[in-house]
C-alpha cells in the first residue's frame, strides 16, 4: 500500500481481486465505513505457471503486519 496527500485529498495504493461487483482488497484500507472513494483499476498481468502464483501468496502471508 501506498498513502499520499495532496490539496487535501488522500491518495492511496491497494491491491486486490474483482469478484463480480466487488473488489476485495488485500488488506484493510484506513477509512471507516461508508467512505466516498474513487477507484483507478489497473489490470495486472497473469502468471501462466500456478506454481508463482502460490509462492506469490505464500510471500504475502510472510510480509503481512
Known amino acids: 500500500m ?30 471507516p465505513d461508508g467512505t466516498q472513494v474513487e477507484v483507478e483499476l489497473i489490470s495486472l498481468p497473469r502468471s501462466e505457471n500456478p506454481l508463482w502464483d502460490r509462492l506469490r501468496e505464500h510471500a504475502k502471508l510472510l510480509t503481512e503486519d
Open 2 to 31: 501506498w498513502y499520499y496527500t495532496l490539496l487535501q485529498v488522500s491518495v492511496m495504493g491497494l491491491r486486490g481481486a474483482v469478484r463480480g461487483r466487488i473488489i476485495q482488497l488485500v488488506q484493510e484500507p484506513p477509512l
